[in-house]
């Protein structure tokens, strides 16, 4: 009975253990991803619950505010690299809104710009400290963020444009980058030569230097579009042909600021000035030629038609350069306005010439015999030879005078396009190559 009985109990006992074994595994098996699942779970909510708690924190503070205490803590007096010894880079860009005027007389042109300039300021970073990506500042504000001392060295008078508002923008971005842009309508010098006029083309240059701040402090650099003009652009008497931009510090005159120039240049359109000046000069030449085919005999009407054209020439010359300057070398415009005059001129003394041939009287000695009685002088034969001159018309100077006429109407018109041809091909063609 007492080994039965142990037999039993070890078969129990192998039960027993095999069911603990059992529930081990199956613990192991099915708990415990149950249990690293809500770990996870619990991870997920903690880190939920402090980025919500993180993005409660930043819309707790308005944007006003944080502009606010970013301004108060910046010092618009001091460059952005002046602590670290660092030169800071500004990229320049302007915008032609429009050419407004070229003057020759005062040799200078009117522009209205926008011009923009983008540098770095580390005091001014926010990124992630709040959910605006960047600031757009009101004019009152710009007073109180350093700006670059950018001035035009060849401006003769600037003004900002204040209708309706004053026309200057800033923009502050989260990595510390900041956009200036304003609206300025300048006027600036430009030295002109004028020795082609009209058919010239002038470069009219615009220079931006740093007055304060030498190239250790700031460096100013053209923008990757430096100079973008308004399709609008529509000049009267002028075509813009091309835009030039580089830098002039090194031939500055002092090294030690940074300097940028654009270039424009501004082909003269010729339209005006042919139908204004050549068209009308050379009907006036073509007119005083018309006393060649007038007879010789028409005293009043050749001398009427020559001192006419020799006036009209004179007039029109004196208010073609009235908008040029008082300057000492000769200019195109002058050497055709000369040319025609001397060719009017000469249409003049050539009616004077053929009409001295046409009234041109002869000397004749007419000898002939006369009977004198002195009475005083009885020595002296009662037969005198006496001799007595007399003047007639030359037979031959109407016909004189009208073979200079018929010589005159080949010859002027002649010389007259061989002038012509020379002017156009130094002028036209051999003056733009040398521009």
């Known amino acids: 009975m007492k080994g039965e009985r142990e037999k039993k109990e070890r078969l129990d006992f192998r039960k027993h253990g095999l069911t603990f074994k059992f529930t081990i595994v199956w613990a192991v098996l099915v708990w415990l991803p149950l249990v690293a699942r809500s770990a996870r779970i619990t991870a997920n909510s903690t880190r939920t619950h402090n980025d919500s708690s993180a993005l409660k924190t930043k819309r707790s503070v308005s944007n006003s505010d944080f502009l606010q205490t970013l301004i108060e803590a910046y010092d618009s007096s001091i460059p952005p690299g002046f602590d670290r010894e660092k030169v800071t880079t500004v990229n320049v860009q302007l915008y032609i809104n429009s050419f407004d005027s070229i003057n020759e007389q005062t040799m200078d042109y009117s522009i209205s710009t926008f011009i923009t300039q983008e540098w770095t300021d580390e005091r001014l970073k926010f990124f992630g400290?709040?959910?605006?990506?960047?600031?757009?500042?009101?004019?009152?504000?710009?007073?109180?963020?350093?700006?670059?001392?950018?001035?035009?060295?060849?401006?003769?008078?600037?003004?900002?444009?204040?209708?309706?508002?004053?026309?200057?923008?800033?923009?502050?971005?989260?990595?510390g980058s900041i956009t200036y842009r304003a609206r300025i309508s300048l006027t600036a010098s430009c030295p002109m030569k004028l020795q082609n006029y009209p058919m010239d083309t002038q470069v009219c240059q615009l220079y931006l230097q740093s007055f304060t701040y030498s190239v250790k402090t700031v460096k100013f650099q053209w923008h990757e579009n430096p100079v973008v003009m308004s399709p609008s652009i529509v000049l009267p008497q002028f075509r813009l042909v091309k835009n030039l931009t580089d830098d002039c510090t090194s031939h500055n005159k002092d090294k030690n600021f940074t300097c940028l120039y654009a270039s424009f240049y501004l082909k003269r359109d010729i339209g005006y000035y042919m139908i204004q000046l050549y068209i009308p000069s050379i009907l006036i030449v073509f007119l005083s030629w018309v006393s060649f085919y007038l007879n010789v005999s028409a005293v009043p009407a050749r001398i009427s038609l020559g001192i006419l054209t020799v006036l009209t020439l004179t007039t029109q010359r004196s208010a073609g350069i009235a908008a040029l300057p008082k300057v000492s070398y000769i200019k195109a415009i002058d050497v055709w306005m000369a040319s025609c005059l001397c060719f009017v001129f000469a249409a003049l003394l050539e009616f004077a010439f053929v009409n001295v041939l046409d009234r041109r009287y002869l000397k004749i000695i007419a000898s002939m015999k006369e009977n004198e009685l002195t009475g005083k002088c009885p020595e002296v034969n009662d037969r005198v030879k006496s001799k007595r001159f007399k003047w007639i018309r030359d037979p031959r100077g109407q016909q004189k005078a009208?073979?200079?006429?018929?010589?005159?109407?080949?010859?002027?018109?002649?010389?007259?396009?061989?002038?012509?041809?020379?002017?156009?091909?130094?002028?036209g063609v051999v003056g733009v190559k040398e521009e």
């Open 402 to 427: 009208a073979y200079i006429d018929f010589l005159a109407r080949i010859t002027f018109p002649i010389a007259f396009g061989i002038f012509c041809i020379i002017y156009w091909l130094v002028y």
């Open 129 to 175: 400290l709040i959910e605006a990506k960047y600031f757009e500042l009101d004019v009152k504000l710009i007073e109180k963020i350093w700006v670059p001392d950018l001035y035009f060295p060849n401006e003769k008078k600037a003004h900002f444009h204040e209708v309706t508002v004053p026309n200057r923008m800033l923009h502050i971005y989260d990595d």
